[in-house]
């Protein structure tokens, strides 16, 4: 996921936010700003973090008022600190007071993504083994999240339904069986599609890689069952660990060999990065 393809794809999401945040008028800007006067507000850092979402929160009051300047002084993937000043908005208060609370939210739900994934994946320097994002995303922010999982540094796994072949459990049980499951998934996908194949117990594992699996997910397995699988599969395939993995567990999955670590606490339980816009004031008529 690149900031163009995210930008490309980002306009009617923001706008979906925007018309919940504002569904008729903005009463209270409206009620104290009656009429449009020039200002000029800052984005501040309230915490230290990694950076993500600046182009979306830019893009926010660009759609509420084109003229809306924006000087920034950090980029997505910086590290930040604490009262740092991360930028400058000059434009109709009224647009500055009614966007700021949508753009703060992806600003900050998006920086506390990119800042999780960052410290998991420190956590995985020196090891071969890459990070993985899952499809356990907030409803219609999947881009976002995904996007700032890049940013801070982990791998996207499959975007949608529509990305690739992973047959999990219930596809298996679907069927009969993972040899059915993947003999089907062959005839009916693409060539270049690669097959995964989540597995639950070592049987599972034997009968993934002797059905032609291209990638073997371990689920849920115990330390030394994981251990166990990638010596059975010794190669014939990609591994992946999966379940329950947090900063506090993944270092010592490092030790287990697997190619990647696939973790939905990145999307679904990272904490916000703490920002604030502040300072408002007014600007004298440069008429």
């Known amino acids: 996921m690149n900031p163009i393809t995210m930008l490309l794809q ?14 008729d008028e903005d009463v209270t800007t409206n009620a104290v700003l009656p009429l449009g006067q020039r200002g000029s507000v800052e984005l501040i850092a309230k915490q230290e973090g990694i ?11 660009e759609l509420l008022d084109p003229d809306t300047q924006i000087e920034t002084y950090a980029k997505d993937g910086d590290r930040i600190t604490a009262g740092e000043r991360l930028a400058k908005l000059t434009g109709d208060m009224r647009v500055l007071l009614s966007g700021e609370r949508v753009a703060l939210n992806f600003l900050q739900r998006m ?3 990119a800042t999780y994934t960052r410290e998991i994946v420190t956590l995985l320097e020196g090891s071969k083994t890459k990070l993985l994002d899952t499809r356990k995303t907030t409803p219609n922010m999947r881009l976002f999240e995904k996007y700032s999982v890049k940013v801070g540094g ?15 459990d219930n596809h298996i049980g679907a069927v009969g069986g993972i040899t059915q499951a993947v003999q089907r998934a062959r005839e009916y996908a693409p060539f270049v599609r690669k097959i995964e194949v989540e597995t639950e117990n070592l049987e599972m594992v034997r009968e993934a890689v002797e059905a032609g699996a291209d990638i073997i997910m371990l689920d849920n397995m115990t330390k030394e069952e994981m251990k ?3 010596q059975i599969i010794g190669g014939r395939a990609l591994t992946e660990c999966s379940g329950n993995v947090t900063r506090d567990n993944v270092k010592e999955l490092t030790e287990i060999g697997v190619d990647y670590i696939s973790s939905g606490a990145l999307t679904h339980s990272a904490p916000i990065l703490d920002l604030s816009m502040k ?5 004298e008529d440069e008429s």
Do not use: W
């Open 279 to 283: 300072n408002l004031h007014p600007l």
């Open 51 to 61: 950076l993500a979402g600046l182009p979306v929160y830019k893009r926010v009051f």
């Open 154 to 168: 982990g791998t996207n796994h499959r975007y949608n339904l529509s990305d690739g072949v992973l047959l999990k």
């Open 228 to 230: 166990e699988a990638v």
């Open 10 to 23: 980002a306009d009617p999401l923001i706008r979906m936010a925007l018309q919940e945040d504002i569904s």
């Open 111 to 113: 920086s506390g993504i």
